[in-house]
């Protein structure tokens, strides 16, 4: 079979660089919206606080990052739009401090499938949405408003955060710190030698 993509909507939608990009292109509507989703979930979850940025201390910046979720012919599905700090301009010591969390190791991955398939196992998938954002964030962070959605009624105002936003230092951390502590709260326990390896022992009655 030969498929044929429409290249009026796919091949012609470049992707934002920058917000600016995003609302003045041909697809501004579309990518405003995203927007507008994107900030509406970051608010329900409560993921800041409009403050007043307390003295001597700096709000770091945000911005806007898009792109467009395709199905598996190449049309597009979603338009998405995704705000992140920019923790670039962080201060080690002063708003984040450990940033190290442990990685698989591919190893780990396919020893995981053999044993799988080797004892004819069923293997289970779970995609975690937006899984930074279900992390406490410890250290006082500051972050400028948001293109687009700066506060009308307080636009000198800051963010102040409260969840582990995508883009800070430490959101890693803090996610791997949250899904640990989930995990050995169910009774699994890491292994020695691959920390993201948690294994269960319960003996067999039969």
């Keep these: 079979a030969v498929y044929i993509r429409n290249r009026s909507i796919n091949d012609d939608v470049p992707i934002p660089q920058s917000f600016r990009d995003a609302i003045s292109g041909e697809q501004s509507g579309k990518w405003k919206n995203a927007m507008k989703i994107e900030y509406s979930a970051l608010k329900q979850n409560k993921t800041w606080s409009l403050v007043d940025l307390p003295n001597g201390k700096k709000a770091i910046g945000s911005k806007w990052v898009f792109n467009l979720k395709k199905d598996k012919m190449g049309n597009i599905e979603r338009f998405k739009a995704r705000l992140v700090a920019k923790g670039c301009s962080q201060e080690f010591g002063v708003n984040y401090s450990e940033t190290f969390s442990p990685v698989v190791r591919y190893s780990t991955i396919r020893m995981m499938f053999a044993l799988a398939a080797e004892k004819e196992l069923y293997l289970h998938h779970v995609d975690v949405s937006t899984a930074y954002l279900n992390s406490q964030l410890n250290e006082e962070v500051y972050m400028r408003q948001p293109d687009g959605f700066v506060d009308e009624n307080n636009p000198k105002q800051v963010l102040r955060l409260k ?14 710190t949250t899904l640990d502590r989930a995990i050995r709260d169910i009774g699994l326990k890491p292994c020695e030698s691959e920390p993201c390896l948690y294994s269960m ?5 039969f």
Excluded: C, P, T, V
């Design 201 to 205: 022992h319960q003996d067999s009655k």
């Design 163 to 176: 969840k582990a936003i995508y883009g800070l230092k430490q959101s890693g951390r803090a996610w791997n």
